[in-house]
DNA sequence: ACAATGCTTCGTTCTTGGCCGAAACATTGC
DNA sequence: GCAATGTTTCGGCCAAGAACGAAGCATTGT
């Protein structure tokens, strides 16, 4: 009689707390070790196998076996995305692990999505590739546009590259802290990479929260903007942000 | 340790088949009283009462008591944006409630989600919005262009009235069956109400699935088209009027 | 006021599923 | 080959929670 997905498999799958930990560890984008999800969740070898043969069974995982190591990790960008909307209601209905700690505001600022960049930085970046016409509309979602690819090859962005794998290139993915669309699919993964690679950001050690150095915080914005580098700033590109509070540890 | 928000009481809510297949019959948008909810759900009364209660305590539904009836809700569209992205994934990972059957195949025409249209046709009305420039990209997300603006004036819509309440006018909603966006928000159920209400479609009772006549799904298209088609008008009552709206704003 | 209806609370039973320890299996290093 | 390490399987224990029936409230209608 009933149709459609079957939600309440997946959910339960989601709604045990030690599988909930190793998927929300997963979502900093690193493969995890069977040892280490045990690690993460806080259970035992045993239980931490019998948890991931679940969600490897499910498909919400792949692995990757080598030597006597298996490395897990989520099997694909569309699980991270349904993960963190399910902490965007968590965080709407007031379901919080913990209380809001000195982490929690490093995790609003920055933090890991996966393999793209989440956060308030992500969703700045987001809004700056809009407002200068580097992401359009398109009927199919969003759309890098022509002066977007322009930009992002003078960043040395291989857009061609990225574009002939099966994977979107963009992608607006709703942000749980932000409450507005962060850039996701290849080119997001990419960015974020770029941003690692070139020392604007570093991640912390055994989370997804990332930490900006003012410059590169800066460099990143500026990759988002209408030029490349050097563009005089007059101070209409700059955004809100200057308006923040300073109550910030 | 653990910061961030509690995914696993979230899921585990939500996992359990009874309490999924009332919050799938939510879905539909329309509220159902307890004892509805527990024949959607296939359960006894007492039981459903608990599920309703543990959902209402979680703050996934809303109650509106009207003398013994006592009618249920999804607590907004965040909750059902949510249910649509899990039965997203679960469609991608392979887990149905059932083999796919006649029903299904009219759900993945047209159906209900929550107060707005989903599917196909849901898809192709975003897509040729967005194709004719009356939806472009914001930096907070879609934004209605004056075109569009003008556009749905013309349809008799009132698009100051949903501006005026504090819900998101446009929003992109990734639909589980297409895998490409349809139009969510105020707008989107303004466009759902008018579909319903000009009689272009009709909706299945007791699913959420929604059958378009051949000329209803045409009118629906052009009203999503360029310009204002030229056909005589539906008559009579074109305003809309909040009579009877078990939904709160 | 009485009966009927809709819903919830209580108490009980029972199944599901998680956890751990022990042991088996697999791989690497000496 | 043998020991050490990482991972899985097995068996038993245990607790969380889901279901139902009976009873209690609340509201409606006659």
Chains 1, 2 share one sequence.
Not at 16 to 24: C, K, S, T, V
Not at 58 to 86: C, F, I, K, M, S
Not at 150 to 162: C, N, P, Q, V
Request: glycine share 12%; net charge positive.
């Amino acid at each position: 009689m009933k149709n459609g997905p079957n939600i309440a498999s997946l959910a339960s799958l989601l709604g045990d707390p030690a599988r909930a930990n190793i998927l929300a560890a997963l979502l900093g984008g690193k493969a995890l070790t069977a040892g280490e999800c045990a690690a993460e969740a806080g259970i035992s070898a045993p239980a931490a196998s019998g948890h991931l043969a679940k969600l490897l069974n499910a498909g919400l995982l792949v692995v990757l076996v080598q030597g006597r190591h298996r490395y897990y990790n989520l099997a694909g960008p569309d699980v991270a995305a349904a993960l963190e909307t399910l902490m965007g209601l968590a965080v709407r209905v007031g379901l919080r692990r913990t209380r809001p700690g000195p982490r929690e505001a490093a995790m609003r600022k920055a933090r890991f999505c996966y393999d793209h960049l989440a956060g308030e930085v992500a969703t700045q970046v987001f809004a700056q590739l809009v407002t200068n016409g580097h992401l359009v509309a398109s009927p199919q979602g969003y759309r890098l546009s022509p002066l977007g690819r322009a930009r992002f090859h003078a960043e040395k962005i291989d857009i061609e590259a990225l574009e002939s794998k099966s994977r979107t290139l963009c992608r607006a993915c709703l942000d749980w802290s932000e409450r507005q669309p962060h850039l996701a699919g290849s080119l997001g993964a990419a960015i974020a990479q770029v941003a690692i690679e070139r020392g604007w950001c570093r991640r912390e050690a055994g989370s997804r929260a990332v930490h900006f150095s003012g410059g590169g915080e800066r460099a990143l914005l500026a990759m988002a903007g209408p030029e490349p580098v050097g563009a005089p700033e007059t101070g209409g590109a700059a955004s809100n942000s200057s308006t923040h509070d300073p109550r910030r540890a």
